[in-house]
């Protein structure tokens, strides 16, 4: 699943098969849609599969709530957009727009931050066109943490030990065990315990990292 080096990619995880509706699709059948594939939202193409919006289970559900709904009462006032929604029939309408979409090669720290920007679950991935190409879920992120120990080791010598320390690399041994990175050694310069320290919890799939140095352990946190 992975190449060499961080940072991964959106690509290296997405999911590629995609469900999507055009704007001519009506209420039942996006409900049925989302049903049959178990997803609590599907993108919006139009033309060649350019992504236009985004309809959710959010904007399908102001049909069931208003649907005893009184415009009078000032609640209700304040929410006109959702009680349009309540009224719409296709996905031209039901959709938000435009839709928060992500490229293929974002980084997956990329992905994250438009995910917790926007309050989404998943996101759209799209080409250099805006085309749809594939789909990239919280859970897909995810999967960076079930890369093996000594995969995450190999990299982090490779790419935060030996850049980093020079003479000093092969006396600095790396460990790590259920993502946890522990680095132990003598270091003729200790200021660079907290570089080193960013540069591996970079490396996709390191939950923490500690250090052992002349005797003592720095958890860096």
Do not use: C, N
């Not at 709904?69 to 009680?83: H, I, K, T, V, Y």
């Amino acid at each position: 699943m992975y190449g060499s080096g961080s940072p991964h990619i959106v690509s290296d995880v997405m999911t590629q098969t995609v469900v999507s509706v055009g704007q001519d699709a009506l209420f039942k059948e996006i409900v049925a849609l989302m049903d049959q594939w178990q997803v609590s939202a599907l993108p919006v193409t139009a033309g060649e599969g350019r992504v236009v919006g985004v309809v959710s289970e959010a904007d399908l559900l102001p049909k069931e709530e208003f649907r005893d709904a009184e415009p009078s009462r000032p609640e209700q006032l304040r929410r006109l957009g959702d009680m349009a929604k309540a009224g719409a029939v296709s996905a031209a309408e039901l959709m938000t727009s435009p839709a928060v979409t992500v490229h293929a090669d974002a980084t997956l720290a990329q992905a994250a931050r438009e995910m917790a920007r926007h309050h989404v679950k998943r996101l759209p991935v799209v080409d250099r066109w805006g085309v749809l190409a594939g789909i990239v879920s919280r859970a897909d992120l995810l999967k960076v943490f079930l890369r093996p120990d000594e995969e995450i080791a190999e990299e982090v010598r490779r790419e935060v030990v030996a850049y980093l320390f020079g003479g000093d690399a092969p006396s600095v041994v790396v460990h790590v065990t259920g993502g946890v990175v522990t680095l132990t050694g003598q270091l003729s310069d200790p200021t660079l315990v907290p570089v080193a320290t960013r540069l591996a919890r970079a490396v996709e799939g390191v939950v923490d990292v500690e250090w052992e140095v002349t005797g003592q352990t720095l958890a860096q946190h």
